[in-house]
């Protein structure tokens, strides 16, 4: 069975980078047939999609790319977000997902078979 567990500060400070991680149990993430993904809720609003990674590169959102980067360390099974220069705006609950690697340019949050049950991060000083 697979399973997703995101970890990192729920409080992180204007400014500062964000950093999280996902744990993946019951599936290796170096199956190339699947890719990992960073998915966000802000209060209020819709889910939008961050980036991914799968074994032959990293897609990001237009619009978070100049201050998103997704890694992964195979040793442990995880993958990692990094948010940079954050602000208020960037308040919310942040959830890692698996997508099949045909699907990995798509934005729609849909595509995404397995989750985490998110974490909440709270920007603010």
């Known amino acids: 069975q697979v399973q997703l567990q995101e970890s990192g500060p729920g409080l992180v400070k204007p400014s500062q980078t964000l950093s999280l991680t996902c744990t993946v149990s019951?599936?290796?993430?170096?199956?190339?047939?699947?890719?990992w993904g960073w998915i966000r809720q802000p209060p209020g609003k819709g889910l939008e999609w961050m980036g991914v990674i799968a074994y032959d590169g990293t897609y990001y959102s237009p619009s978070l790319k100049s201050r998103t980067s997704i890694s992964r360390d195979t040793s442990a099974n995880q993958f990692s977000l990094q948010l940079s220069s954050v602000t208020p705006e960037d308040t919310a609950v942040y959830y890692c997902?698996?997508?099949?690697?045909?699907?990995?340019?798509?934005?729609?949050?849909?595509?995404?078979?397995?989750w985490g049950q998110g974490t909440q991060v709270t920007v603010s000083s």
């Open positions: 997902a698996r997508v099949p690697r045909i699907a990995v340019a798509t934005t729609t949050p849909n595509a995404y078979d397995y």
């Open positions: 019951g599936y290796s993430i170096t199956n190339s047939n699947y890719a």
